[in-house]
């Protein structure tokens, strides 16, 4: 039998999840949750999908899909995933970032917990397999010991693309960010309530002992570094470079990693993070910590966020996670927490049919 899969939210993500969730074999989208009428009416055409609702609540009155996917601007997905969790759902997953207030993320997770049900993560890097790889290679000690970890342009949006550095960071490190000192700039960005154009310089304690410095801009590099005595491994945004010795000048020398390749290229690390999150569905909860990306990752990215917005606020004074104030929040930009159609950027009904 194949697991029966709703979306709820079908805009431009939600689409990208669709096209994935009908080419995976072992799934089987039977209803979809869209709140606006047209483009509802539009993707059900395009997908052949009758069973259609305005949202979440609606959608789980009349059907119970054993795994939803929650593709909702950050402000509608804390009601989704709970309605997804009171229906018995098997599986929800979300997208990034999970929300703002740390206490309704937190309320998310524990539910997911106390039901049992996976809770997973979404279109993130972190679920790409040479990330997986590098972070299995490096934890598998090929490389030798860790013993450095950067950040860099952990800026302009911290808690939506900056929840990339932490989700990888964590991974290839295999540590936790225990605790974070920054400094955040300009003035105006750090007073307001959203992480628009905030940068952020910082240094983050991770459980294993390292100090991680945290960059601002490009340094020229854009992602998260990980190094040992000989061994460099780089995430740049795309598959990780790797870097093993000196050549005579001194120069490290990049090597070919040697990736195996995802089984659906085309869907880039989507595929891949929907793949991870079916697997561990049909598996069992037990298995939710070989989620290539779960609700938890998420929730330490917002945290994570969070504490260098505050720390900075405060005179950069050091912050230990988990933070003990959880009503502590940080909104993304508009376009995240709203959603294209509020936020001024609507997807037109010709991109909706896929003709765009
Ligand atoms: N991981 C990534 O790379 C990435 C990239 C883009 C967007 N996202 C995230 O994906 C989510 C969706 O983004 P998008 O680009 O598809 O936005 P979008 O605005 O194009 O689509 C959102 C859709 O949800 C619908 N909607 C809003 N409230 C609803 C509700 N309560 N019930 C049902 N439907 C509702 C809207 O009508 C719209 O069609 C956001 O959380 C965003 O941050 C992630």
């Keep these: 039998m194949p697991l029966s899969v709703g979306i709820i939210g079908c805009?431009?993500?939600?689409?990208?999840?669709?096209?994935?969730?009908?080419t995976l074999p072992g799934t089987e989208l039977v209803a979809i949750a869209e709140h606006?009428?047209?483009?509802?009416?539009?993707?059900?055409?395009?997908?052949?999908?009758?069973?259609?609702?305005?949202?979440?609540?609606?959608?789980l009155a009349h059907v119970t899909p054993d795994v939803v996917a929650v593709v909702l601007p950050g402000k509608y997905i804390h009601d989704a995933v709970?309605?997804?969790?009171?229906?018995g759902v098997r599986g929800v997953s979300t997208d990034k970032p999970i929300g703002a207030v740390l206490a309704d993320v937190d309320e998310m997770v524990d539910a997911c917990a106390e039901a049992g049900?996976?809770?997973?993560?979404g279109n993130l890097q972190r679920?790409?397999?040479?990330?997986?790889q590098a972070a299995n290679r490096l934890q598998a000690g090929e490389f030798g010991e860790i013993i450095g970890a950067s950040v860099h342009r952990y800026g302009g949006e911290i808690s939506g693309g900056g929840c990339q550095h932490i989700a990888v960071l964590r991974r290839l490190t295999g540590a936790e960010v225990t605790e974070v000192i920054a400094w955040g700039e300009p003035a105006e960005a750090l007073q307001q309530e959203s992480d628009e154009g905030l940068q952020i310089n910082g240094q983050f304690r991770l459980s294993n002992g390292l100090v991680c410095p945290v960059f601002p801009r490009d340094t020229p590099h854009r992602g998260v570094d990980v190094w040992t005595q000989d061994a460099l491994v780089r995430w740049d945004w795309g598959d990780p470079q790797i870097f093993t010795g000196?050549?005579?000048?001194?120069q490290r020398i990049e090597i070919d990693p040697n990736y195996a390749p995802a089984e659906y290229p085309q869907?880039?690390?989507?595929?891949?993070?929907?793949?991870?999150?079916?697997?561990?569905?049909?598996?069992?909860?037990?298995?939710?910590?070989?989620?290539?990306i779960s609700g938890r990752d998420l929730r330490q990215s917002l945290e994570v966020a969070i504490a260098a917005k505050h720390s900075a606020l405060r005179g950069s004074v050091p912050l230990s996670l988990p933070l003990e104030d959880r009503s502590l929040s940080l909104h993304?930009?508009?376009y995240r927490w709203l959603g294209g159609d509020q936020s001024g950027r609507p997807q037109t009904l010709d991109e909706a049919a896929g003709n765009a």
């Excluded at 009428?37 to 305005?54: D, H, K, Q, S």
């Excluded at 991870?276 to 298995?287: M, N």
């Design 11 to 22: 805009g431009r993500m939600g689409q990208q999840y669709v096209d994935v969730y009908n």
């Design 332 to 334: 993304p930009v508009d």
């Design 246 to 250: 000196l050549d005579d000048n001194g």
């Design 127 to 132: 679920a790409m397999t040479s990330v997986q």
């Design 36 to 59: 606006n009428p047209e483009r509802r009416r539009v993707v059900g055409e395009r997908f052949g999908i009758n069973a259609l609702f305005a949202d979440a609540r609606e959608m």
């Design 267 to 292: 869907f880039t690390y989507l595929g891949t993070s929907i793949q991870s999150f079916i697997s561990v569905v049909e598996r069992g909860v037990e298995h939710e910590n070989e989620l290539f």
């Design 82 to 87: 709970l309605a997804a969790v009171e229906a």
């Design 117 to 121: 049900i996976v809770f997973g993560g």
